[in-house]
T-cell receptor
Framework: DAKTTQPPSMDCAEGRAANLPCNHS???????VYWYRQIHSQGPQYIIH???NNETNEMASLIITEDRKSSTLILPHATLRDTAVYYC?????????????FGEGTQLTVNP | GAVVSQHPSRVICKSGTSVKIECRSL??????MFWYRQFPKQSLMLMAT?????????EQGVEKDKFLINHASLTLSTLTVTSAHPEDSSFYIC?????????????FGDGTRLSIL
C-alpha cells in the first residue's frame, strides 16, 4: 500500500494561500490521490482528488508532480473556517472494493 | 453534493447496553459503505467495509460479533455495538460510495459520539 507523509502542523494567515504538501513516493500507476479535511468533531469532508493532472474545483487546487511522488493541496484564500486536519490519502485498490486509509494528517491553523 | 446522514449524533448509555447507529445516503445509491472509529487525538481507523446485500468485511482486530453491520439496502447501513462497555466509547463515522466508477469519492457522515458509562 502506498503510504503518505505529511507535516504534522502548519500555520497560515487569513486571506493568504495555504499550501499543504504530501509525499507519496511509493504510489503506483493506478492509484489516485485524495484530499479530505476534518473540522473538529465532524466527519471528514471530501476536497479533491486526482491521478496525474492538476485539478481545481471550488474549494481547492491539487498539484501533482510529474513523477507522482508528491502533491500539494492549495487553498487559494484561506479563511478561519479552513482550520482543520487535512488528510492526503492514496486510494488502496483491492478486489473487495477500494477504501480510504487515513494517516495522521496536517493540522492547519488559519490565524487572523 | 452527495450527502450522508448519520443518526444519532450522540449517545450516552449504561454499560451492557446495545447501541444501533444508522447511516443513510440521501441522494445517491451507496453500493459500498464503510465504518470508522476515531479515538481522541487520533486519526480515523477503518473498522469494516460492507457491500449491499453481502456480509461485511472486518479489519484485523475488529470483533465482528461485537460490531454488527447490516447493509440491507442501497441507502441504509447500520452498526450495532453489542453489550457496549466503557472502552467502546469513541467517535463512530460512516462513509458511503456509489456505484458508477471505482475512483468515486467516499462521502462521510458527521459521526456519532458514543459514551458508555
Amino acid at each position: 500500500d502506498a503510504k503518505t507523509t505529511q507535516p504534522p502542523s502548519m500555520d497560515c494567515a487569513e486571506g493568504r494561500a495555504a499550501n499543504l504538501p504530501c509525499n507519496h513516493s511509493t504510489i503506483s500507476g493506478n492509484e489516485y490521490v485524495y484530499w479530505y479535511r476534518q473540522i473538529h468533531s465532524q466527519g471528514p469532508q471530501y476536497i479533491i482528488h486526482g491521478l496525474k493532472n492538476n485539478e481545481t474545483n471550488e474549494m481547492a487546487s491539487l498539484i501533482i508532480t510529474e513523477d507522482r511522488k508528491s502533491s500539494t493541496l492549495i487553498l487559494p484564500h484561506a479563511t478561519l473556517r479552513d482550520t482543520a486536519v487535512y488528510y492526503c490519502i492514496v486510494r488502496v485498490e483491492e478486489t473487495s472494493g477500494s477504501r480510504l486509509t487515513f494517516g495522521e494528517g496536517t493540522q492547519l491553523t488559519v490565524n487572523p | 453534493g452527495a450527502v450522508v446522514s448519520q443518526h444519532p449524533s450522540r449517545v450516552i448509555c449504561k454499560s451492557g447496553t446495545s447501541v444501533k447507529i444508522e447511516c443513510r445516503s440521501l441522494d445517491f445509491q451507496a453500493t459500498t459503505m464503510f465504518w470508522y472509529r476515531q479515538f481522541p487525538k487520533q486519526s480515523l481507523m477503518l473498522m469494516a467495509t460492507s457491500n449491499e446485500g453481502s456480509k461485511a468485511t472486518y479489519e484485523q482486530g475488529v470483533e465482528k460479533d461485537k460490531f454488527l453491520i447490516n447493509h440491507a439496502s442501497l441507502t441504509l447501513s447500520t452498526l450495532t455495538v453489542t453489550s457496549a462497555h466503557p472502552e467502546d466509547s469513541s467517535f463512530y463515522i460512516c462513509s458511503a460510495r456509489g456505484w458508477r466508477t471505482d475512483n468515486q469519492p467516499q462521502h462521510f457522515g458527521d459521526g456519532t459520539r458514543l459514551s458508555i458509562l
